[in-house]
Every structure is written in C-alpha cells, then in structure tokens.
C-alpha cells in the first residue's frame, strides 16, 4: 500500500454544519422572495439531502406539486433561479459569521499544512458557496491552502457518484491509496469509497450515523479515533509514515 500524502475535505456537514442554519435558512428565504409559500423545516431538510446538490433537490421537491409550471424546462428555469437566489442568500448567511467551522477542522487543516500534507477539496457544493465559505473561515487566500478544488460545476454527476473524487485524485496526480477523503455523509462516503479512497468519517447533524456496509468497511475510520489535540495531522502523518 503506498502512503497517503493528501487530505480531500469534503465541505458541507464536514468542514461547517452548513445545511441546517445555512442552505435550509437560504433556501427558505429564496423561497420568500420569489413570492412561494414553500418552507423546509429541519426535519423535511434532512430527508430532501439525500438528493445531493441544491438545484436537484429544488426538481425532486416540486415533483408532482400543482404550484409549480407543468412544462419541464420552465421548472429547470425556476430550480436554476431559486438556486442563484438561495445561493446569494447563503453566502450573506455565512458572511454573518453564522457558520463556524466544526471543532478541530480549522486546525487540522493548518497542522497538515505545516506537516507537508497535501490539501483539496472535493465538494458536490456550488464554487460560490465554498468561496463564501472557505474566505469567511480561512481568509482571502484560502485558495492557496488547496492544490485543487473540485466543486459541483466541475462534474457531471454529484455524489455518491465517485466523480468528484476522480477528478480531484487525477488533477493531483494520484492514485487512490495516496489520499484519505474527509467526509461526514453517507452519500460522500459512498463517493470516496467508489473512488477507491481511505475515509476519515465524522457524523454531522444531518448524517449521524452510517450504513452497516460502510461501517464494516475496513477503508472507513472514525474522526473520534485519530489522534486528538493540535497536532493531529502531524501525528496520523508521522504514525502512517512509520506504518511503511
Ligand atoms: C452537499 C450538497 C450540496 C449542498 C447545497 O455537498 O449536496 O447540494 O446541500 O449546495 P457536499 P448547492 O457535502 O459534497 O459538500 O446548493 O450549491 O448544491
Ligand atoms: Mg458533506
């Protein structure tokens, strides 16, 4: 097995908690301002994430609904409008400070800098919302921590579609045992594995647990069983060196 020399961090419910108090908020307020009574409370949000990227889940949620144009290129027309809208809204939602990084994650990326730990993302996320995002968290030159980031223009198909992953691993040059996807979804767990990659999974509000299958898989770990504190990057790195 080669050593893994890069961390592919997925964005949403890994690096932040966005879906909850920022997609779902920005989705509804979108909804507001184009005039529509619809709401997604958190619990009907959670169910409609099993439907990765926005636009698509805006299509899957007008299905069958008679307040909605019946012909289908006027729903693509206003899936793709309240996207735009719910996107700019979420990134005012972010530039609020509303969304803090989860515990542990902005050190980890800085300890893994520090330790020569190649770093990219790989998202089924809008480029705008992890510009958002990633500025508010990291700065202006958050891009420079990243060697790549794929978001959700950059592919075809959104997870668990390995694509992301694919197209990460090969604008770096890699092959799949040299990179450890980060995730927290059962969708992005299925991605990384398809892409043949390592996963270091951490439950988020909306993902708390995984499938028996992916559990079992001797590629997934748990984020709790790193080693903790501030030099977990170092140390997993030194620990996966040593394990040669
Ligand atoms: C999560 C998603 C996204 C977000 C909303 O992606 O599926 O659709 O919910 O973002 P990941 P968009 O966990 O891979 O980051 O509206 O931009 O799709
Ligand atoms: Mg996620």
């Known amino acids: 097995m080669s050593e893994w020399q890069c961390l592919l961090w997925d964005v949403d419910g890994t690096i932040a908690e966005t879906e909850r108090d920022g997609h779902r908020v920005a989705f509804n307020l979108a909804f507001a301002q184009a005039g529509l009574d619809w709401g997604w409370d958190e619990r009907r949000y959670g169910k409609l994430l099993h439907i990765t990227g926005g636009r698509e889940r805006l299509l899957h949620f007008m299905q069958g609904r008679d307040d909605v144009p019946r012909d289908p290129v006027a729903q693509e027309e206003l899936a793709a409008r309240l996207h735009q809208l719910k996107n700019q809204h979420y990134a005012a939602v972010v530039n609020e400070g509303l969304i803090p990084a989860r515990p542990g994650v902005l050190n980890l990326i800085r300890e893994a800098r520090a330790a020569g730990v190649r770093q990219g993302i790989a998202t089924t ?3 705008s919302n992890v510009q958002a995002l990633l500025g508010r968290l990291l700065g202006a030159d958050w891009r420079s921590w990243f060697e790549v980031v794929v978001c959700g223009e950059d592919t075809q198909r959104k997870k668990p579609d390995p694509e992301v992953y694919l197209k990460a691993l090969q ?18 767990v299925a991605a990384a594995l398809a ?11 909306y993902f708390p647990s995984l499938g028996s299958d992916h559990l079992a898989s001797p590629k997934v770990a748990s984020w709790a069983a790193l080693p903790p504190g501030r030099c977990r990057a170092a140390r997993v790195w030194s620990a996966c060196r040593t394990d040669e």
Request: hydrophobic residues 40%.
């Open 125 to 127: 996320t809008s480029r």
């Open 171 to 188: 604008s770096l040059g890699l092959e799949a045992d040299q990179a450890v996807a980060i995730e927290d979804s059962s969708p992005g």
């Open 195 to 205: 892409a043949g990659l390592q996963v270091w999974w951490r439950p988020s509000v």
